[in-house]
């Protein structure tokens, strides 16, 4: 398989039906195609289940992407104030489980629907939304694309609204 810095894990075992089968090689890669990080680090954990061995060269490319994975702290910083100020704004009255499990859910939901619909292409919030709890999971989602869990928010809310 080719990384996106040009090293190549290049054969590893594919089961290709039963486990009563031999193992087949075959290539695993992108060459061209068009797949994402997720791809390529599962086609690398398939390579290392399989016994591969890496060069030098394959590991420091293999930790350079590892390291690509952790996307800058300003996209978790923006995503994170905006949480504090969802809560700030409509779920005030509330205790921060309750407001994590409030934003958790609107957040999913929101996810499912408005943002799968299209709106995940506009380029500025949609007007509809302006002024609600949507706003906010439109702005988080463009801030950072996954969605964090009730008790993630909890913990979050716990340490920044001391």
């Not at 394959?58 to 996209?75: D, F, N």
Request: charge should be positive; charged fraction near 35%.
């Amino acid at each position: 398989m080719t990384l996106s810095h040009g090293t190549s894990l290049r054969r590893v075992p594919r089961d290709k039906g039963g486990s009563d089968q031999k193992p087949r090689i075959g290539p695993v890669g992108t060459n061209g195609t068009s797949w994402d990080k997720r791809d390529e680090f599962e086609a690398i954990a398939r390579a290392l289940d399989a016994g591969a061995q890496l060069s030098d060269q394959e590991r420091r490319a293999v930790a350079e992407a590892l390291r690509a994975l952790v996307l800058p702290a300003a996209r978790h910083a923006e995503r994170d104030a905006l949480i504090v100020d969802c809560r700030r704004r409509f779920f005030a009255d509330r205790r921060d489980r309750a407001a994590a499990h409030e934003i958790a859910i609107g957040w999913a939901r929101y996810e499912g629907s408005g943002w799968r619909s299209g709106e995940r292409a506009a380029d500025r919030c949609p007007e509809r939304l302006i002024g609600t709890p949507k706003e906010f999971y439109w702005r988080m989602l463009r801030a950072f694309p996954q969605r964090l869990g009730a008790e993630s928010i909890r913990k979050l809310l716990a340490a920044t609204m001391r």
